[in-house]
């Protein structure tokens, strides 16, 4: 979240409201994030083809927003994509020169609203989380959608594994309403969300259980079935899977 909060405050201080361009002052381009300690925010945002592509996609939402589409009606367009490309390249430390008017004198007289710049924050923020600028720094529980899409999975996965033959039976007496409830928390806080898991440990749950290699796979592919049906990304998929692992140890005999 603090890279998208970095490249938003940079983008509006040059002044994407302007059909010409502008010039920022000023702007901070020494922040850094965990795992790339030292790295500019134009390495960190992917270089110059990667601004491009947040800025054609800009662009093309400010285009189709009547909202504002008419600041931009006599814009050169191809012009105002190189130009703001430029600012955003050298406000994030890029090796490019913005070479554009200055912000009062692109905007004087245009009449500019508050209703106008929130417009185009809007359509700013949509092009930032198309290209999912910032997830890398967001938790996994937020990726995930938060304890209610983890509910949702539960759901699912509880489904799944109560018509798999292959394991239902470890759960013919199991209290299914609290075990989903413990489930939910259990995931939430391995994910790192705020929950807390009071449940018993893997190992005292499952003792005498007779649960086998096999019985776990069958397990792991009810999850991911209910992961895949509820569209859950790769990485994130990936990555609970990953997370829940180690409990493989304690579970099986």
Known sequence: MRMKTIVFASMMSLGL?????????????????AGTENASLYDRLGKKDAITAVVDDFVANVAADARINTFFANADIPNLKAKLVDQICEASGGPCKYTGKTMKESHTGMGVKDEHFNALVEDLVKSLDKFKVGEENKSLYDRLG??????????????????????????????IPAFKVKLVDQICEASGGPCKYTGKTMKESHAGMGV????????????????????????EKNDLLGALGPMKTEIVE
């Open 17 to 33: 409201v302007a059909a010409c361009g502008g010039k920022a002052k000023g702007t901070d381009t020494t922040t850094t994030a």
């Open 146 to 175: 938060g304890k209610d899409n983890i509910a949702k999975v539960v759901d699912e996965f509880v489904a799944n594994v109560a018509a798999d033959a292959r394991i239902n039976t470890f759960f013919a007496n199991a209290d």
């Open 212 to 235: 086998k290699e096999e019985h776990f796979n069958a397990l792991v592919e009810d999850l991911v079935k209910a992961l895949d049906k509820l569209g859950v990304p790769e990485k």
